[in-house]
């Protein structure tokens, strides 16, 4: 290594250390990208002091050719960004090579989405373990609670944190929906399923009966700190629900069944706008990473229909 170019990372990473409070963690990053990046400059016997864009361009297009993904480029780039800011705000350097460089583009990844299969494998075990009369009665309330909740998120795709802090008195009134209070403290009317209908009746039956929680406010209560059940908790339950379904367990999750009600929506034919006021989406920007679902829906639709789609 350049002793010159050793030097400056030195410094760099004193002054992170120093001024920016930063951890060891950090400061570990920030030394491996400046090495590697040094490295590569140990090719051409450049100094950081002489690196020029064209160098930082060929060690981005290196990054590339070793596989790095385009989220580590972006991540590498930005360290550079802030050596180099440092090189020029200290006097050592008179300009900042990284100035005209653009990041590597990152493409916004597709959500994991269970099939509809998925969904009714997970439904079909969770229903059956209700009528599993030789579980103790706890066990069973449990499993009406686990199935109640993946009947209802799936119904409604809202936030796990939604579901779990769901009031007793979510229930009340019209059963066709539900009141959600959701981000912003925003609240939006969705509609319940039949099935989801049941599945919660059945687990509020079962829970009177046992004399559980008659008192707590939430409609899935538990004896933590919160009072609710948490959404670790109902994670792990869709875990250990998924091993015992045959689905591999790091395909379920709550939040995948929000992306499941979403893309199944779309699949069968629901607007994007429809999709995003029931997601409680305050932009529909933010709803448009399901377009990849309308995209094939709108591509069979013309295959399947359009009178010249069929002709060789």
Not at 157 to 176: F, I, Q, Y
Not at 277 to 286: E, M, P, R, V
Request: charged content about 25%; aromatic content about 6%; proline content about 4%.
């Amino acid at each position: 290594m350049v002793p010159r170019n050793k030097f400056l990372i030195e410094a760099f990473i004193e002054m992170l250390s120093a001024e920016r409070g930063a951890s060891e963690n950090t400061l570990s990053s920030y030394c491996r990208d400046l090495d590697d990046f040094d490295d590569h400059c140990a090719t051409s016997g450049a100094s950081f002091v002489a690196v020029d864009a064209g160098i930082i361009r060929s060690y981005l297009s290196s990054l590339a050719k070793r596989h790095y993904a385009a989220s580590s480029q972006a991540r590498k780039l930005s360290t550079l960004r802030q050596f180099f800011k440092f090189l020029y705000s200290d006097g050592i350097r008179n300009d900042d090579p990284t100035g005209t460089l653009e990041s590597p583009r990152q493409g916004r990844p597709l959500p994991k989405v269970l099939s509809e299969q998925d969904v009714d494998v997970l439904m079909t075990v969770a229903e059956n373990e209700t009528n599993n009369t030789d579980a103790g009665p706890l066990l069973r309330l449990r499993a009406r609670r686990t199935r109640a909740m993946l009947e209802t998120l799936y119904a409604t795709g809202m936030r796990v944190s939604e579901l779990v802090a769901l009031p007793v008195t979510a229930t009340a009134g019209d059963k066709r929906f539900l009141i959600i209070r959701g981000k912003g403290n925003k609240e939006r009317l969705v509609p319940l399923t039949q099935i989801a209908r049941d599945a919660m009746a059945g687990y509020l039956s079962r829970r009177l009966e046992l004399g559980r929680y008659k008192d707590s406010p939430w409609l899935f209560p538990s004896s933590g700190k919160s009072g609710h059940f948490t959404r670790q908790a109902f994670a792990r339950d869709l875990k250990d629900l998924a091993v015992r379904s045959g689905l591999a367990p790091a395909k379920v999750s709550p939040h995948v069944l929000r992306h499941a009600f979403a893309s199944h929506l779309l699949q069968n034919g629901a607007d994007l706008r429809t999709v995003q006021q029931l997601l409680g989406h305050a932009d529909i920007s933010t709803t448009q990473i399901y377009t990849h679902v309308l995209d094939e829906r709108l591509r069979q639709l013309v295959e399947d229909h359009h009178p010249l789609a069929r002709l060789d």
